[in-house]
């Protein structure tokens, strides 16, 4: 990280602005899509965190702490679509690319069961809260340490540990529950 883009940036220059979205817009996106499971929601939770950093940018106190502090903004973006979710839901049909080349997986299980197997974790991953979600992508997803987690939430390392904890016991349940 740039210290010196990012108080360029929180000063009002938005060309390091511009600069801080370009190097952390595929993050935010991957994080997002793996939180709402949804691209459309997830390009909006993206525009909706960076609008947000902007508009907010002059309450960033410390600029060494620019990554945690867009990662509490990207989290409230996500609760926000959820909660527009609830009210309005469209289902976006992805179709398949005619010029992409065919390969089939290479597995010795059919593939409606590992459809299925998908659906199903698909399912109990949904019930899952927001912050069950974003604890178990952030770690098992992107593979940050708990440290580094603790830093993005705003939160001690000892409950990011909790928390990891019990989402992962609330995605044991509702995989359960999804297998009955």
């Known amino acids: 990280m740039d210290r010196t883009l990012v108080e360029q940036a929180t000063s009002g220059s938005r060309h390091a602005f511009d600069d801080l ?22 390009a909006d939770a993206v525009q909706e965190t960076f609008v947000s950093a902007w508009c907010h940018r002059a309450e960033l106190r410390d600029p060494d702490l620019f990554d945690a502090w867009l990662g509490r903004i990207n989290l409230n973006a996500c609760r926000g679509q959820l909660r527009k979710r609830g009210r309005k839901r469209i289902h976006e049909i992805q179709l398949l690319d005619p010029t992409a080349e065919f390969e089939p997986a290479s597995t010795d299980r059919p593939l409606a069961d590992r459809t299925a197997d998908t659906d199903s974790f698909d399912r109990a991953f949904a019930r899952l809260s927001v912050d069950d979600r974003a604890v178990l992508v952030l770690h098992h997803l992107q593979e940050r340490p708990v440290a580094e987690i603790a830093a993005a939430l705003g939160a001690p390392t000892g409950t990011i540990k909790s928390r990891l904890h019990r989402a992962r016991a609330a995605l044991e349940s509702a995989l359960a529950k999804e297998s009955r």
């Open 21 to 42: 979205v370009r190097s952390r817009a595929d993050a935010v996106y991957r994080t997002s899509l793996a939180i709402l499971g949804d691209t459309a929601d997830a």
